[in-house]
């Protein structure tokens, strides 16, 4: 099965900008065009804040990009605000194992 | 607006059974795909299973393969995860979220419904 490797935690001052990395280890080459990112507050619902590798959904900050190099996707948050402070999850579907792949997640920490 | 309730968390002995509800409204159920998602304390997400828009077509994670079956009743815009032979490692806040198809990405979530093994 593929693998999503994520750092544990991130950190950047208010007004910065940060990148939270997911390299995926994986023969299939689908997968990074699958790749979406969500934010999670603890105890509240998960959030989708970027789908099918750098597309973001009506209503979410224009401060939140998705790019993509070699074998790693990465999420770029700009102008870091209080209430970005949050788990950060990337994820993709396998087609060979008809199933999905989370990464570990990153903690945001704003400053 | 879209809007996904779970229900039927608490807690079970291991070895036991328990069914989980997701209410959905605010969109047509019966044109999306449906999943589970799990979050062990302090761990991370967890895909668990998915259901087609019609029920056909249902996958699950290995770690639960045999022991979950998701079902939905598209008449009551409700999709259900039946946990059999639950264990310890089963514990976890339990997330329904809704996909176009299995294969799309998980554009709404609920809030979630704890569940706890414990003797």
């Known amino acids: 099965q593929s693998a999503l490797t994520q750092p544990a935690s991130v950190s950047g001052s208010l007004g910065q900008s940060i990148t939270i990395s997911c390299t995926i280890s994986?023969?299939?080459?689908?997968?990074?065009?699958?790749v979406s990112w969500y934010q999670h507050h603890p105890g509240k619902a998960p959030k989708l804040m970027i789908h099918?590798?750098?597309k973001r959904p009506s209503g979410v900050s224009h401060r939140f990009s998705a790019s993509k190099s070699g074998n790693t996707v990465s999420l770029t948050i700009s102008g870091l605000q209080a209430e970005d402070e949050a788990d950060y999850y990337c994820s993709s579907y396998e087609r060979r194992s008809t199933s999905w792949v989370f990464g570990g997640g990153t903690r945001l920490t704003v400053l | 607006q879209v809007q996904l309730v779970e229900s039927g968390g608490g807690v079970v002995q291991p070895g036991r059974s328990l069914r989980l509800s997701c209410a959905a409204s605010g969109f047509t159920f019966n044109s999306f795909a449906m999943h589970w998602v799990r979050q062990a304390p302090g761990k991370g997400l967890e895909w668990v299973t998915v259901?087609?828009?019609?029920?056909?077509?249902?996958y699950y994670a290995e770690s639960v393969k045999g022991r979950f079956t998701i079902s939905r009743d598209n008449s009551k815009n409700t999709v259900f995860l039946q946990m059999n032979s639950l264990r310890t490692e089963d514990t976890a806040v339990y997330y329904c979220?809704?996909?176009?198809?299995?294969?799309?990405?998980?554009?709404?979530w609920g809030q979630g419904t704890l569940v706890t093994v414990s003797s």
């Open positions: 994986s023969s299939d080459v689908a997968i990074y065009y699958l």
């Open positions: 979220a809704r996909g176009k198809v299995p294969e799309s990405y998980l554009d709404y």
């Open positions: 259901t087609s828009y019609d029920g056909s077509n249902n």
């Open positions: 099918e590798g750098t």
